[in-house]
């Protein structure tokens, strides 16, 4: 009889071991970190290194005046999109955990958002195309679903730079 319950007791203990063990090691690429950045609070925009476009608390700010600018006809280097954590960090969440980037243009006839498979998931160019405006909201999907759109859009104006009267 002693040794059924000793039995029993070592299973059971075995048992919660490897629960432990295996619960432990779900995911050990995750940390505190990423889990706090799953949901982003805004979005920069930066090319060549610096923010040009920053939506953060609601407001939207560019670097120099009320929108970005871009001629008829013109690609921008490579933009970099960053989500905004609640605590001000920059991250871009992993492509291979299903997280993608999408947009929407309010006005496909101005401006071309092209994004180059060999530019990377988060990276992105604007194209001029005829003179006017744009707006453009960026959006966080997850699996098929959005988990964030920004509350307000970039503004962008495309001019015509021709030099011709």
């Not at 075995?14 to 979005?43: M, Q, R, T, W, Y």
């Not at 871009?92 to 006005?107: A, C, I, R």
């Not at 003179?131 to 699996?143: Q, Y």
Request: net charge negative; glycine share 8%; hydrophobic share 35%.
């Amino acid at each position: 009889m002693k040794a059924l319950y000793k039995n029993s007791y070592v299973l059971v203990i075995s048992l919660i071991s490897v629960a432990l063990l295996f619960s432990a090691c779900s995911n050990p690429a995750s940390s505190d970190d990423e889990e706090e950045h799953s949901s982003p609070f805004g979005v920069a925009l930066v090319l060549n290194g610096v923010e040009v476009a920053v939506l953060e608390n609601g407001n939207v700010t560019y670097s120099s005046g009320d929108h970005l600018d871009l001629g008829v006809g013109e690609e921008t280097d490579i933009i970099s999109l960053r989500w905004i954590a609640e605590d001000g960090d920059r991250f871009t969440p992993d492509e291979n955990e299903g997280y993608s980037l999408q947009w929407n243009n309010t006005n496909e006839s101005v401006l071309e958002v092209e994004q180059h498979e060999e530019d990377g998931a988060w990276n992105f160019h604007f194209v001029g195309l005829t003179e006017g405006a744009s707006e453009v909201t960026f959006i966080l999907f997850h699996n098929g679903h959005s988990d964030f759109t920004a509350p307000q859009p970039f503004d962008i104006r495309v001019h015509d730079t021709s030099g011709t009267m």
